[in-house]
């Protein structure tokens, strides 16, 4: 009975772990920051009519110090309002930059909103998706009926049409408001609700151009492999890599002087928070390629920068080419083998001969 208890035990344990996955998020707004709040613009502007995005709940009257409901933003301190103390009522949108979406299964979209009875009447709330920049809005709900208290609403994306799964996508959230109270709005998200194995969606190299490159110069980048993954469960690495140089000759580098660096953006780095960017086994050059293997570098969702980086020796003669490409099938990502042709990036590096003054 304790085998059969131990056997049930460790496959819902092994369930669990494939089960495992990350959190992709296409989009987020709390309204806390200026950077955030440059996500999202006012159609049509108004400066005395706009949404207002760093509202601390409902609108604040500064003259008789009452603080309209609700009166705190659904999380952290800021939230968006819009607000037009009239009978006649003000229409305005705030509509997200462009979203890509062309990746997801199953983007959600939520949000928090609250929208208090105002003294003319109701306030409304619609919300807009948009398939793509040249593409009309479409309303996807309109809300009608007072919300007290903050609430949150979410809905899959996907269900509303495959359509919206663009590069371009947007919301808008459009509020007609009328006499006192407001619209809020807080805590935007779209997330995938799916589970996506992770894949190399592209891969992309570069030459990494320095000038000039002087002799004896030391972990020196002159190539980059970036490549862009997808996904949120399992792992992908990078298993192997091979350069072939068509430098002026294999002597311009020392024994053992090519690695390889792993960055999350374009930047070159060799430390981050004082600990090595660098991974697998330095390589010499032999026959003008330059050899890989056994890697196993994890790659993680998003971007990935791959840097080739090369001792120059002291005694390079001086204008001598530093140039490499890669061939085909020649970058083995999971059990994919990439590029599909030959890549030989244009442009290339001179070395120029140091010279050193003895004062």
Request: glycine share 6%; proline share 4%; charged share 20%.
């Amino acid at each position: 009975m304790k085998r059969l208890y131990f056997s049930i035990l460790g496959l819902l344990l092994f369930i669990s772990s494939q089960a495992q996955t990350d959190t992709i998020l296409y989009f987020e707004s709390y309204f806390e920051t200026s950077a955030d709040r440059a996500q999202w613009t006012n159609v049509p502007s108004d400066n005395n009519k706009n949404w207002i995005f760093n509202s601390k709940g409902g609108y604040v009257n500064l003259s008789d110090g009452l603080n309209y409901n609700p009166d705190a933003a659904y999380e952290g301190t800021y939230n968006a309002f819009h607000v037009w103390s009239d009978f006649n009522p003000d229409i305005r949108k705030i509509v997200s930059i462009p979203i890509d979406l062309s990746d997801s299964k199953k983007p959600e979209l939520a949000f928090a909103h609250s929208m208090f009875e105002s003294v003319f009447g109701s306030n409304t709330l619609v919300v807009l998706f948009k398939a793509g920049s040249s593409a009309p809005w479409d309303t996807i709900v309109h809300y009608y009926n007072p919300i007290d208290e903050w609430t949150t609403h979410s809905f899959n994306i996907k269900d509303f049409g495959l359509k919206y799964l663009c590069k371009d996508f947007q919301i808008a959230f459009e509020s007609q408001a009328r006499g006192e109270f407001g619209v809020c709005i807080d805590s935007v998200v779209i997330v995938e609700k799916d589970v996506i194995i992770r894949y190399a969606k592209s891969v992309k190299i570069h030459q990494v151009e320095q000038d000039p490159v002087p002799s004896g110069v030391t972990d020196l980048p002159l190539m980059r492999i970036d490549v862009n993954v997808i996904g949120n469960t399992d792992s992908l690495n990078l298993n192997s890599v091979e350069f072939i140089s068509l430098s002026s000759h294999d002597s311009l580098f020392a024994e053992n002087g090519f690695e390889l660096i792993g960055t999350h953006d374009s930047i070159y780095r060799t430390t981050l928070k004082g600990s090595s960017l660098k991974f697998g086994a330095a390589s010499s050059i032999s026959n003008g390629k330059i050899s890989f293997s056994n890697l196993k570098y994890k790659l993680t969702t998003g971007f990935n920068a791959i840097w080739l980086i090369a001792d120059v020796k002291n005694t390079a003669p001086h204008n001598s080419i530093a140039d490499f490409k890669v061939a085909a099938g020649a970058i083995g990502i999971g059990t994919n083998n990439w590029p599909a042709a030959e890549v030989s990036p244009a442009g290339s590096n001179k070395i120029e001969e140091a010279v050193f003054y003895d004062s």
